[in-house]
């Protein structure tokens, strides 16, 4: 393969390893701060992409309102639905977020399949080109993905270690009731972690629109691997999912453009492997 | 109830329970429990493992499953309250495992409590750190790396940063060297003097009796009796013994 084919599809490994980090930090943030599950996270990302398509395509909104809209709109959903449902089966075994939580999957998808049918829908953006490193012709978009999702990743890292709002979402990860026996709302600070994780979802679907085929299975491809992602890095890790999410990217196309029948398969290879080595580790732990 | 309840008439009831009882799930750990604490007042609540002492600080504070009867703080109906607006009232909580934050530091830990704006009690930084130097000392060392003593430290000087008028501390000189127990009857002691009101849950006798006004021992999930400081001498076989020494 041409060398400038290999740096391309290795470029757009770490293109599809931004949103698995955008995706992983939403989801470590559901579950650290309130111990749920999400199964609609990626139900989440394929509203966001569809929403942003809508937009266009309906009321010739452009992409650089929805990427300031759609997160804001789909976090407030995300704390209509934390208030209205998800509160409601806290300290329930977790089949039930399980459940709730897959019921969400199917009426989102259901939705948008009643709205806009099951075919994908392609995002039309021409206002970026490409720019040149050396031989290597990178596709500006693909870099400004790159570099908003760091951005993205940078801003949610200083507000978790860096502010007050953060130290009591640090703090409520540990024991969220004797934040609450401090002075702190918790009930408001789960509605904020759940609206927050629901907007990092759907803003990444918002920056996959105009480079993927946003549909209704968009959603439950991505979130597999997102979950492997949030396994490999750990769940309580933000370092670990940036770390995770780019290597994982950038794994997924290495073994595309030498095994493209394994691209699918060696992110779960992978965590598999690191699974074990984990285990391994807590059994010398405790002997 | 046999005992001295009111030691202070003209003193003002801080804190007042009355026939208050508490489930964790199905299963009741309080059993109609009834006592008040007048304002500068340090009351220890002894008694064996199990007799409900915990349970009936984290009663006040709205941490159990369910609650009955009436707890009044500062002369409001907290019973319904959720624990964030009682804490926000003036009730200050260290929790029996310290519950310091081991991901965050020491310094983040003791900034992370709600202040009573209202309050002329809250400590600045500066004066907790004049109190408890140690805590100066590992002020950017994260929670996790403190040590028990300085854990326990850190748990009290959290709550004086609130603002907090009532303190409920349970049984703070578990498992700590002798000096540092002494360093932290000193603090209470300082406390007892800014007119802090007291609530505390001890199964240190000795610890608990150099700074009580009055003692309330409790069993099966009811106080069974009310002492003064005064009346401790006469009757410590008997408490030794429902403490279990």
């Known amino acids: 393969m041409p060398l400038n084919l290999f740096f391309l599809q290795l470029f757009f490994g770490l293109t599809n390893g931004c949103f698995y980090v955008l995706l992983s930090l939403g989801l470590t943030l559901v579950f650290g701060m309130l111990r749920i599950i999400n199964f609609s996270h990626g139900a989440i990302f394929t509203l966001g992409g569809t929403f942003a398509w809508a937009a266009q395509e309906y009321f010739a909104v452009n992409y650089w309102v929805m990427l300031l809209l759609a997160p804001i709109v789909i976090g407030i959903f995300g704390i209509i639905i934390e208030r209205v449902l998800i509160r409601r089966i806290y300290g329930l075994d977790d089949l039930y977020s399980v459940l709730l939580t897959l019921g969400l999957t199917l009426i989102i998808d259901g939705a948008i399949r009643s709205a806009f049918g099951v075919a994908g829908h392609s995002y039309e953006q021409t206002t970026f080109g490409t720019v040149s490193f050396g031989p290597i012709m990178v596709p500006l978009y693909r870099l400004w993905v790159v570099v908003f999702s760091l951005l993205v990743w940078l801003a949610v890292w200083l507000l978790v270690e860096r502010t007050k709002l953060g130290s009591y979402l640090r703090a409520g990860v540990e024991n969220a009731k004797l934040v609450g026996a401090l002075g702190i709302n918790i009930s408001t600070l789960t509605s904020l972690s759940f609206g927050l994780g629901m907007g990092l979802a759907g803003l990444a679907g918002v920056l996959a629109a105009p480079i993927k085929t946003i549909s209704p299975v968009s959603g439950e491809n991505i979130l597999v691997v997102v979950f492997a992602v949030v396994v490999i890095g750990g769940m309580d890790s933000m370092k670990g999912t940036l770390l995770a999410g780019i290597g994982l990217g950038l794994v997924e196309s290495l073994v595309r453009i030498y095994y493209p029948e394994g691209s699918s398969v060696i992110i779960f290879v992978i965590m598999g492997a690191v699974l074990l080595l984990r285990k391994q580790e807590m059994k010398k732990v405790e002997i | ?245």
């Not at chain 2, 489930?23 to 220890?44: D, I, K, M, P, T």
């Not at chain 2, 915990?54 to 500062?74: D, P």
């Not at chain 2, 008028?165 to 349970?170: Q, S, T």
């Not at chain 2, 002494?182 to 009101?197: M, N, P, R, V």
């Open chain 2, 1 to 245: 109830m046999p005992g001295s309840m009111n030691m202070r008439p003209n003193e003002s009831v801080i804190l007042d329970l009355q026939d208050v009882s508490a489930w964790y799930g199905q299963s009741r750990a309080l059993h109609g429990v009834n006592f008040s604490v007048h304002e500068g007042e340090v009351v220890a609540l002894l008694g064996r493992n199990g007799a409900g002492r915990t349970t009936t600080l984290r009663t006040i504070l709205g941490l159990v499953g369910k609650r009955t009867g009436l707890v009044q703080a500062f002369g409001r109906d907290i019973c319904k309250w959720p624990s964030y607006r009682i804490a926000r009232l003036g009730v200050g909580y260290c929790p029996e495992e310290r519950g310091i934050f081991s991901k965050l530091t020491c310094e983040e830990n003791l900034k992370l409590p709600w202040q009573i704006k209202t309050s002329d009690a809250a400590m600045s930084l500066e004066e907790i750190y004049q109190l408890f130097p140690n805590l100066a000392e590992r002020r950017y060392s994260k929670g996790l790396s403190l040590s028990g003593g300085e854990q326990q430290m850190l748990a009290v000087a959290r709550i004086l940063r609130t603002g907090a008028r009532l303190l409920l501390l349970d049984e703070i000189s578990e498992g700590l060297a002798p000096v540092i127990v002494e360093g932290l009857a000193e603090a209470i002691q300082t406390l007892k003097k800014l007119s802090f009101t007291i609530l505390l849950v001890e199964q240190n006798l000795a610890f608990a009796a150099s700074l009580a006004d009055r003692l309330l021992v409790m069993e099966h999930g009811c106080v069974i009796k009310s002492l003064s400081s005064s009346e401790l001498e006469a009757q410590r076989s008997w408490v030794q013994e429902k403490l279990s020494i």
